[in-house]
Nanobody
């Protein structure tokens, strides 16, 4: 069964940090993938936060640049999103997604991040 699962969300005070994890199983191989991290705040559209390519290259939205860092552990088939200096506007459900060997983009169920001011 192809599956992605995010973890690591929670409640944190402004200025704090969280590290999200994304675990892939089935026909998803992060080492050959560009994994996306997106987020969706209440009443807003889903927005791209970061990507990490198969070669380890990263891209970040301007709103998180310098505060968030995407990384990968190929041996564990896991990706991470380290989030520092969190702000109330970072409150959202965070999703990771990747592409299966069949070419289908699969999304995890999301993990809630709440930043209190």
């Amino acid at each position: 069964q192809v599956q992605l699962v995010e973890s690591g969300g929670g409640l944190v005070q402004a200025g704090g940090s969280l590290r999200l994890s994304c675990t892939g199983s089935g026909s998803i191989f992060f080492s050959a993938n560009t994994v996306r991290w997106d987020r969706q705040a209440p009443g807003k559209e889903r927005e791209l936060v970061a990507t990490i390519s198969s070669g380890g290259g990263t891209m970040y939205a301007d709103s998180v640049k310098g505060r968030f860092t995407a990384s990968r552990d190929n041996a564990k088939n896991m990706d991470y999103l380290q989030m520092n200096s969190l702000k109330s506007e970072d409150t959202a459900v965070y999703y990771c997604s990747a592409v299966t060997i069949a070419g289908e983009r699969v999304w995890g169920p999301g993990t809630q991040v709440t930043v209190s001011s």
